[in-house]
T-cell receptor, first 118, second 109 residues
Framework: SQKIEQNSEALNIQEGKTATLTCNYTNYSPAYLQWYRQDPGRGPVFLLLIRENEKEKRKERLKVTFDTTLKQSLFHITASQPADSATYLCALDRLVTNYGGSQGNLIFGKGTKLSVKP | NAGVTQTPKFQVLKTGQSMTLQCAQDMNHEYMSWYRQDPGMGLRLIHYSVGAGITDQGEVPNGYNVSRSTTEDFPLRLLSAAPSQTSVYFC????????FGPGTRLTVL
């Protein structure tokens, strides 16, 4: 069956450093992969989506890579700040629409809890 | 736009009681989903809908019913609550990406 794993349950880093989170998947060839942020007591919030034909995507201090050969995505936060402390989730679509869009049938990793210390 | 709204925020049930978790979205999205989130298990899909009148099972559907009579609403029903259904429940609506509601924290005693 399809599996998606985030290697670290928790990651502690110093402010200003780059945080790197890993997401691996098996038994699957996804059209794209998504990353979400979740704060305590809140619902996940979408951050970035990267498609299978994209090697890298950036949004401000965030960068995501997607290696379909390794079946892995890396999520980087550069110049990290204490406000970046949260749990980060990666997710894959089990099904996509005919035009490649999400049907909302996602499989999620268990998340990595990032703590950025001042 | 309110986005995705869920009610109630918190609920305590006794084993065997029934209840409905409400979910509504005002973005005119066709696709909606229900997830549960448990410590150490991550988010797991319960049921999803690809449009009004169409629903399908996700990864953990047992003990839950859904219906989708309108585009806006996607309620989740627990017919006979069990302690194993103690969890945080999230509703999501899918457009260009998924938009999650604030969640319902359910405790079954």
């Amino acid at each position: 069956s399809q599996k998606i794993e985030q290697n670290s349950e928790a990651l502690n880093i110093q402010e200003g450093k780059t945080a790197t989170l890993t997401c691996n998947y098996t038994n699957y060839s996804p059209a794209y992969l998504q990353w979400y942020r979740q704060d305590p007591g809140r619902g996940p919030v979408f951050l970035l989506l990267i498609r299978e034909n994209e090697k890298e995507k950036r949004k401000e201090r965030l960068k995501v890579t997607f290696d379909t050969t390794l079946k892995q995505s890396l999520f980087h936060i550069t110049a990290s700040q204490p406000a970046d402390s949260a749990t980060y989730l990666c997710a894959l679509d089990r099904l996509v629409t005919n035009y490649g869009g999400s049907q909302g049938n996602l499989i999620f990793g268990k998340g990595t809890k990032l703590s950025v210390k001042p | 736009n309110a986005g995705v709204t869920q009610t109630p925020k918190f609920q305590v049930l006794k084993t065997g009681q029934s209840m409905t978790l409400q979910c509504a979205q005002d973005m005119n999205h066709e696709y909606m989903s229900w997830y549960r989130q448990d410590p150490g298990m991550g988010l797991r899909l319960i049921h999803y809908s690809v449009g009004a009148g169409i629903t399908d099972q996700g990864e953990v559907p047992n003990g839950y019913n859904v219906s989708r009579s309108t585009t806006e609403d996607f309620p989740l029903r627990l017919l006979s609550a069990a302690p194993s259904q103690t969890s945080v429940y999230f509703c999501a609506s899918t457009g260009d990406t998924q938009y999650f509601g604030p969640g319902t924290r359910l405790t079954v005693l």
